[in-house]
């Protein structure tokens, strides 16, 4: 089985850096999510909310090469495929999300669909100020559920609404003054703003005080957004995946032309 997800250790283990190994896209497909899950997994040992290894404080996911990625691979958006990419995807989330650390996406060049989801699970983005973040799927006649669960969260049910209908990518810049994004780094610094904000915030700090933290800060948006996500998945699986407009819309995205709509 070929490694699409690498891990390197950084301040003597206290900050675990996942990488999404892939290039040039790091297209989350089925196989990748679940290697990133269970990179994840390998921190949590079998008690509550207990970092398997001890003194970390810090867990952030990045891609490598000059994207972080382009988002889900297309040809699993079919029935079968695609209701497994849900359902390990959304786990996924719900995994990062329960972390008992501090977590962070490392965006650069683009971080769309699934994997500006991945960047939302998160509780820091942080990315280079050239990057592109977007929900592009109503353009292949679909929408993000984690997306559309994550988003409101973050800039609020209007601009998340506008974000999704339009399908529209917008600059670090644009996000950091919606509110998507938390750290805005110049072109090519979004590792290094990382370091950075680690050293100031997190290298002094208890790792249990940072645990117990990071989770209460989650609490009220665990309790909002999960039974969310798996209401958007239900509505995705039931009244869009099985139609003509979903299976039309990848097509034409794959044979590079306009999709050929039939309401339907």
Same mark, same amino acid.
């Given at each position: 089985?070929? $490694?699409?997800?690498?891990?390197?250790?950084?301040?003597?283990?206290?900050?675990?850096?996942?990488?999404?190994?892939?290039?040039? #896209?790091?297209?989350?497909?089925?196989?990748?999510?679940?290697?990133?899950?269970?990179?994840?997994?390998?921190?949590?040992?079998?008690?509550?909310?207990?970092?398997?290894?001890?003194?970390?404080?810090?867990?952030?996911? *990045?891609?490598?090469?000059?994207?972080?990625?382009?988002?889900?691979?297309?040809?699993?958006?079919?029935?079968?495929?695609?209701?497994?990419?849900?359902?390990?995807?959304?786990?996924?989330?719900?995994?990062?999300?329960?972390?008992?650390?501090?977590?962070?996406?490392?965006?650069?060049?683009?971080?769309? #669909?699934?994997?500006?989801?991945?960047?939302?699970?998160?509780?820091?983005?942080?990315?280079?100020?050239?990057?592109?973040?977007?929900?592009?799927?109503?353009?292949? #006649?679909?929408?993000?559920?984690?997306?559309?669960?994550?988003?409101?969260?973050?800039?609020?049910?209007?601009?998340?609404? *506008?974000?999704?209908?339009? #399908?529209?990518?917008?600059? $670090?810049?644009?996000?950091?003054?919606?509110?998507?994004?938390?750290?805005?780094?110049?072109?090519?610094?979004?590792?290094?703003?990382?370091? *950075?904000?680690?050293?100031?915030?997190?290298?002094?700090?208890?790792?249990?005080?940072?645990?117990?933290?990071?989770?209460?800060?989650?609490?009220?948006?665990?309790?909002?957004?999960?039974?969310?996500?798996?209401?958007? *998945?239900?509505?995705?699986?039931?009244?869009?995946?099985?139609?003509?407009?979903?299976?039309?819309?990848?097509?034409?995205?794959?044979?590079?032309?306009?999709?050929?709509?039939?309401?339907?």
């Amino acid at each position: 089985m070929t $490694a699409l997800v690498r891990t390197v250790e950084e301040r003597d283990g206290a900050w675990l850096r996942i990488v999404l190994d892939r290039p040039p #896209g790091n297209l989350l497909s089925l196989e990748m999510v679940r290697q990133l899950a269970a990179a994840i997994g390998h921190e949590v040992a079998a008690g509550p909310s207990i970092p398997l290894r001890a003194g970390r404080k810090w867990i952030t996911i *990045e891609g490598a090469g000059a994207h972080f990625s382009y988002g889900a691979m297309i040809q699993e958006h079919v029935p079968g495929p695609m209701e497994q990419v849900l359902a390990a995807t959304h786990a996924l989330l719900r995994q990062l999300m329960a972390l008992p650390c501090a977590t962070a996406a490392l965006v650069q060049g683009r971080c769309l #669909g699934a994997g500006f989801e991945l960047a939302l699970a998160c509780d820091l983005i942080i990315a280079d100020a050239d990057a592109s973040l977007g929900l592009p799927e109503i353009a292949i #006649g679909a929408f993000p559920p984690a997306g559309a669960a994550l988003l409101p969260w973050r800039v609020g049910a209007a601009r998340a609404a *506008e974000a999704i209908l339009s #399908g529209t990518a917008r600059t $670090a810049i644009e996000w950091r003054e919606a509110g998507a994004v938390s750290i805005v780094a110049s072109a090519g610094r979004a590792i290094d703003a990382a370091g *950075e904000w680690f050293d100031a915030h997190l290298a002094g700090r208890s790792s249990v005080a940072v645990a117990a933290a990071a989770e209460a800060s989650r609490l009220i948006l665990r309790a909002s957004v999960e039974p969310a996500i798996a209401a958007a *998945e239900r509505l995705y699986l039931e009244r869009v995946l099985p139609t003509h407009d979903a299976s039309e819309g990848v097509k034409a995205f794959v044979e590079k032309r306009r999709p050929d709509w039939k309401n339907a």
